[in-house]
């Protein structure tokens, strides 16, 4: 879908926009003063972790980096929405939640994408379904732990 549809599909609320400039889209974004600045700088700041190859704030992969450089440029209003963590809580296999010296933590357990390590330091948004079946497989290992079923 061309960007101006997907734009247009926000039914006139203005949640999206479009602009010739970072300027003009921080302005139409609502940014002003201090917090206009500050958008600015953190856009020139990635764009010189680009340049560098080396995301040092967040660890990103080099092929994923992409200078913010070239209009149009768009921006919408969107708060944060975790799609996963590449850490999380250590678990045992039964997905009991472990403390920092490995102990079991009694009663807690930790299944799917909030339990740490499987994704180590990358997410294979590739492979389908992956974190779907992890949880699903994890939470039923749980179920059956608790209701019994497994030794």
Not at 32 to 61: P, R, W
Not at 96 to 125: H, K, M, R, W
Request: net charge negative; proline share 4%.
């Amino acid at each position: 879908m061309p960007l101006d549809d997907f734009i247009a599909m926000d039914g006139g609320t203005g949640l999206m926009q479009k602009a010739d400039s970072l300027d003009e889209l921080a302005d139409v974004l609502g940014f002003a003063g201090e917090s206009k600045q500050q958008l600015m700088d953190t856009i020139a700041h990635y764009n010189e972790l680009v340049e560098s190859g080396t995301d040092t704030d967040f660890g990103k992969e080099p092929h994923r980096l992409s200078k913010i450089v070239e209009p149009p440029f768009y921006g919408c209003w969107f708060g944060g929405l975790p799609l996963t963590t590449t850490d999380g809580l250590r678990i045992n296999e039964d997905m009991q939640v472990l403390t920092a010296d490995n102990q079991v933590i009694e009663g807690l357990y930790a299944a799917g994408d909030v339990s740490g390590c499987f994704f180590s330091d990358n997410y294979p948004e590739y492979i389908v379904a992956c974190a779907c079946g992890r949880t699903c497989t994890e939470g039923r290992h749980v179920a059956r732990l608790l209701a019994g079923d497994l030794d």
